[in-house]
């Protein structure tokens, strides 16, 4: 059973936005902090962006700080990602993932929750 669902991704051109959602099935999205991360081909994976439990506050890594928002939809039960400004390297699959019970670590790192869940990932591509 997928407990969690990217969609959005998309083939734009530079300079141009998408919104990804993370929809999530069996569980409370705000009873988790929530993480997008991405991942190109030879690299390795990057948090890019991720939202407290309750929706409290934000982080964002240094790459995509003033072109992505992160927010939650109670209602929806979503978690989407807002992205302006794209650039060919923002190009690589991109995922979500819920944590629950942070073993160490900052509140942010979603791979350091005792629980977490994982998305299969939506395909980002930004051509020049």
């Known amino acids: 059973t997928q407990v969690l669902v990217e969609s959005g991704g998309d083939s734009v051109q530079t300079g141009g936005s998408l919104i990804l959602s993370c929809a999530a099935s069996?569980?409370?999205?705000?009873?988790?902090?929530i993480g997008w991360f991405r991942q190109a081909p030879g690299k390795e994976r990057e948090e890019v962006a991720a939202?407290?439990?309750?929706?409290?506050?934000?982080y964002y890594a240094d790459s995509v700080k003033g072109r992505f928002i992160v927010s939650q939809d109670d209602a929806k039960n979503t978690v989407d990602l807002q992205m302006n400004n794209l650039q060919p390297e923002d190009s690589a699959m991109y995922y979500c993932?819920?944590?629950?019970?942070?073993?160490?670590?900052?509140?942010?790192?979603?791979?350091?929750?005792?629980?977490?869940?994982w998305g299969q990932g939506t395909q980002v591509t930004v051509s020049a």
């Open positions: 993932a819920a944590g629950r019970a942070l073993t160490g670590g900052r509140w942010y790192e979603i791979e350091r929750y005792k629980t977490q869940y």
């Open positions: 069996g569980l409370r999205l705000s009873w988790y902090a």
């Open positions: 939202i407290s439990i309750g929706a409290a506050t934000t």
